[in-house]
């Protein structure tokens, strides 16, 4: 690529020496800038050559802008000067004198120099000043006119002689002329020296800088060069790119197409070889499937076996898809294997025989599998029949754990573990719609329904056989507890034998190491415990020499745990595998945990006892809670969960029995109604025993602890006299009240709250209605304020004893209502266009069952009916007692308000005149009630003190029976103030006399209050 022709160097004209200059040399050496110059004074023409030169000093024009690359000559021709221009002189419109024109002139000419000689008056001339002189002094408008242009050369020249002297004779003959000319003349050639110094300072510059434009334009060419080349590399470099990444994705197409051709063969060739490994030959071509025994065994080889799972898998999901889709592959290949005979189709394709080839190689691997797990758990357990005589002698409970039927399968279960965990990995990357997953999924389900099984079979008759000896030994209640816990221990350790066959060995070992943590913890908590008790007891049982197995490490002894809190521990940790989740598992649990609910069960039905069917739900409700606090129990929870209901059920129906014989159905007997007699501690005539369950129970409820001979409890001291004065409170009550109180207070905690609910709704009815009948027997016996203080006494203390329970006692009850049904029936056949088959609401059937049949709702609230039926004996209690205190001026009483009330023409006239109001007789009643307050009053405190223990309920009773009997003797005052002196009997001291008495009356009941 050429380069540009540059363009030619610029004209230095101003460096080139006049023609008529004399002893003047301007050279310009290559590579240096130097000028000599030997001053002379120089005509005019030399004058015009140094402007020229100062002209091309100044860098103006295109002698600086156009440079060339080369110099061809040290020394520079002198260019023609230029033509002068003359310019229009404001001289014409303001004249100067000649004088102030040749010293401005000479000023404009030092003052530009050579630089600056172009910038006043233009680009293209020369800064002309036209001096006119007048030859003749003083003289403005002389004919004589000189235009002489001065340069820079003719400024710095000393003036003419003919001229400095015609100045100087027009300044009026200056005598000091010459000192004037010879100062001119120094100034100028100093001025002169410094003008030729910077001209070649400046002519130096000029050809440095036309140097650099030079370099500058060279390297402005070989840049645009480099451009050009990078752009055309750009260009180059896209086109090869491009033409790269086609080709990648061509070679990455060819790649898959040839992976997509050479799968199949790989398919191909792993069923033609891998047969040989599992055992199985295909002969005939294929016609004929041979089992023969394995080359590759599973034990010694795990990743080879494998590495041959799943090439087998990929060949069946391969030919799986090709022979028809994975949906029917399964089935398609169940029903090849079934007919062996018409295993092989000579019309059928090649991907269809192939996946049959490859469905036998799975099932022969398989059955490996099947052969190293299921079939060694068989033979496992026919071995330790046959050693322990299983079943028909069971394994005592406490060598259970370190018996064959455990220390074998402990031995097993490593190894089978490894190879289920073959299967279990195989299937998890199968996933579960996968072709080949199913048969994974069946092998599973075939051991552990092999394993379930088995240990079904080898701990039945144990089970069973330890919960009758434990029913015979220690009773339904102990049998309970203790059972329970032997339950939670058994599904405990079975888990964990669960786990080490089925569970995730990464997991386990994790387990391990987390265990072995805090059993030491536990270990040392339970070290630093026997110090502080000195050896009290020891831990029952041998830990197991299996570190494995991680419920062999907590021992239990007839109660929850022997390690507190241990045992939750290691539920928790074995949960982390979900493994025992399995319904398999849980369901094999479930028949072991059945023994308990059997064996409970059996007992349960003979049982009467409340006390012994409230503690079996206890214990039952304890030993749930525990067995809720770990996953790996659910099915203890769920055995006892079933025995809780049984157990309940048996408690309600035994309550409502012994509610309904001894409340609803109660005959009392005169020893039951002997108020007060009971309360006074009268022994019975006749020892009448109503039912044993009423009076045994309800001692052992108040204490447990009195002992049933009389003469240990006189042994007792001073608590004799409490647990004495307790029972014969107790013994006082009514009996059927006595047995409510009893039954509910048995049962509140161990039933649901409905059921108590309803119990107690029906038993308060009954009860209430028993103690009403008992004051109607009372009242005929012993007289009205017993009947009234019986009937409140039980009612209060009925109200006070349920409080705790915290009950409704509201129910809504629903009767049919039959009384329409005889209308009904008579409409229905009346009727003879019935529509018996009709399916609307028009069927004469359904109309006669609407009509002839309603269902009454009736809301029942028996803490409202005791309430109200405690307000009604206490009301009665206040109006008998008040009436009894009066005596017989209750009467009197009554019969003013009667004659008051029948008066109504005559006034008072016949109350004043009555003969009960004869001054005589009221003074004789008042005094007669007056003389028997004493006793009646006694009476009714001893009375109310005997019934009632609580003083502040006496007071209570008391205050409305005082304003009654107050009232009432105010209407005496009242009654006797109407009859005026000289009346009837009455004057002033018959007067006096009576209303003494009824104050003496008044105060006496008032003190009382």
């Not at 080139?16 to 301007?26: C, D, E, G, K, L």
């Not at 507890?481 to 221990?489: P, W």
């Not at 206890?618 to 749930?624: A, H, M, N, P």
């Not at 009576?994 to 009356?1001: G, N």
Request: charged share 25%; proline share 4%; with cysteine.
């Amino acid at each position: 690529m050429s380069a540009k022709p540059l363009p030619p160097p610029p004209k230095m004209s101003g460096l080139t020496t006049p023609a008529n200059a004399t002893s003047s040399v301007f050279t310009t050496p290559s590579g240096s800038s130097h000028i000599t110059s030997r001053y002379n004074y120089p005509t005019p023409a030399a004058g015009a050559g140094i402007a020229a030169t100062s002209k091309l000093a100044t860098g103006t024009g295109a002698a600086a802008r156009g440079a060339s690359a080369s110099l061809p000559s040290t020394k520079v021709a002198a260019p023609p000067p230029p033509q002068q221009q003359h310019s229009v002189s404001y001289e014409t419109f303001a004249p100067r004198t000649a004088e102030s024109r040749y010293r401005l002139a000479r000023l404009a000419a030092l003052t530009a120099g050579p630089c600056f000689g172009d910038s006043h008056v233009g680009p293209q001339s020369e800064q002309k000043v036209k001096l006119v002189e007048d030859g003749s002094s003083n003289n403005d408008n002389s004919n004589s006119t000189t235009s002489t242009a001065v340069t820079l050369s003719e400024a710095m020249r000393p003036p003419k002689a003919s001229t400095m002297k015609s100045v100087h004779s027009r300044n009026n003959g200056n005598s000091a002329s010459t000192t004037t000319t010879s100062n001119v003349d120094d100034i100028i050639h100093k001025t002169l020296e410094s003008t030729l110094f910077t001209t070649t300072k400046l002519t130096s510059l000029i050809q440095h800088t036309s140097s650099l434009r030079i370099a500058l334009h060279t390297s402005l060419t070989i840049a645009n060069d480099v451009a050009q080349r990078h752009s055309d590399l750009l260009k180059h470099s896209g086109e090869l790119s491009a033409a790269a990444e086609r080709l990648q994705h061509e070679e990455q197409i060819l790649t898959r197409r040839a992976t997509e051709v050479g799968l199949p063969l790989k398919h191909y060739d792993a069923v033609d070889r891998l047969g040989v490994l599992v055992g199985v030959l295909f002969k005939d071509g294929g016609r004929v499937i041979v089992r023969t025994n394995a080359k590759l065994h599973v034990d010694n080889n795990v990743d080879e076996f494998m590495e041959v799972l799943e090439q087998i898998d990929d060949a069946i999901e391969f030919f799986g898809e090709s022979s028809g889709g994975s949906g029917g592959a399964d089935n398609r290949r169940r029903e090849r294997l079934a007919k062996k005979d018409q295993g092989y189709e000579s019309t059928s394709s090649g991907s269809a025989e192939y996946y049959r080839r490859a469905c036998a190689l799975q099932d022969a691997a398989l059955e490996l599998l099947r052969v190293g797990v299921a079939d060694r758990i068989t033979q496992t357990r026919t071995q330790i029949q046959d050693a322990l005589n299983l079943p028909r002698v069971p394994i005592s409970a406490d060598k259970l754990e370190a018996s064959l039927v455990y220390t074998r399968f402990h031995g097993i279960s490593k190894r089978s573990n490894a190879l289920i965990s073959i299967a279990r990995k195989r299937l998890d990357e199968l996933g579960n719609q996968s072709v080949a997953a199913t048969s994974y999924e069946d092998l599973l389900t075939l051991c552990r329904n092999t394993y379930c099984g088995a240990r079904e079979v080898l701990l039945t008759s144990t089970v069973r056989t330890h919960m009758d000896i434990l029913r015979d030994r220690h009773g339904l209640v102990g049998m309970t507890r203790l059972a329970s816990v032997f339950l939670i221990r058994l599904c405990t350790i079975e888990t964990a034998m669960y786990l080490d066959f089925f569970g995730d060995a990464e997991k386990r070992r994790y387990s391990q190491k987390k265990t072995k943590g805090v059993l030491d913890a536990v270990d040392e908590e339970k070290s630093d415990n026997d110090a502080v008790a000195d050896g009290e007891g020891k831990e029952a049982g041998d830990e197991s020499e299996n570190s494995g197995n991680i419920s062999q490490s907590f021992q239990r002894k007839g109660s929850s745990s022997s390690h507190p809190g241990a045992a939750a521990l290691a539920s928790q940790i074995i949960s982390e595998d979900a493994t025992f989740r399995d319904a398999e598992f849980q369901s094999m649990l479930g028949a072991l945990c059945s023994a308990l609910h059997r064996t409970i069960r059996r007992g349960l039905v003979s049982v009467l006892d409340l006390d012994v069917l409230c503690q079996v739900v206890s214990v039952l409700r304890e030993e749930r809670s525990a067995a809720n606090s770990s996953p790996t129990l659910l099915a203890a929870a769920r055995a006892v969960s079933g025995v809780i209901q049984d157990a309940q059920e048996r408690l309600i129906f035994c309550a409502n029995d012994a509610l309904h014989k001894e409340v609803a159905r109660f005959k009392p007997t005169t020893n039951d109604l002997n108020y007060p007699g009971k309360l006074l501690g009268e022994k019975p005539k006749v020892a009448i025993i109503i039912d044993d369950e009423s009076n045994a129970p309800a001692v052992a409820e108040t204490t447990e602890s009195k002992p049933d001979a009389a003469g240990d409890v006189a042994n007792l001291g001073p608590i004799d006299d409490a647990l004495a004065a307790q029972q014969r409170v107790y013994d006082s009550w009514f009996p059927p009240m006595r047995s409510v109180l009893r039954i509910l207070s048995k049962i509140f905690r161990v039933v649901e709250p409905r059921v108590f609910e309803d119990i107690a709704l029906q038993s308060v009815q009954s009860c209430t209605k028993s103690l009403k009948d008992g004051s109607i027997y009372i009242l005929k016996k012993s007289g009205q304020i017993h009947a009234d203080l019986f009937l409140v006494k039980h009612l209060l203390i009925l109200r006070e004893q349920l409080s705790p329970f915290d009950i409704q006692l509201r129910s809504v009850e629903r009767q049919l209502d039959f009384s329409e049904a005889g209308k009904a029936v008579t409409r229905f056949l009346a009727n003879r266009n019935r529509r018996l088959f009709s399916m609307s609401t028009e069927n004469a059937l359904i109309t006669l069952l609407r009509e002839g049949v309603s269902v009454q709702e009736s809301s029942v609230d028996s803490k409202r009916d005791l309430e109200d039926c405690l307000r009604s004996a206490c009301n009665d209690f206040i109006e008998n007692t008040s009436s009894s205190i009066l005596g017989p001026i209750a009467g009197f009483v009554d019969q003013c308000k009667n004659a008051a009330g029948s008066t109504s023409t005559t006034g008072s006239a016949d109350l004043i005149n009555a003969p009960f109001m004869n001054g005589t007789v009221v003074n004789s009643l008042v005094s007669t009630a007056l003389q028997s307050l004493d006793g009646e009053l006694d009476n009714v405190t001893k009375q109310m003190t005997l019934y009632l223990e609580n003083t502040a309920t006496q007071g209570i009773l008391l205050k409305p029976v005082v304003r009654k009997v107050t009232r009432s003797l105010e209407e005496v005052k009242r009654f006797i103030g109407e009859v005026p002196n000289e009346e009837n009997g009455w004057d002033a001291n018959v007067r006096t006399e009576v209303l003494k008495y009824v104050e003496d009356f008044e105060t006496k009941v008032k003190s009382k209050k």
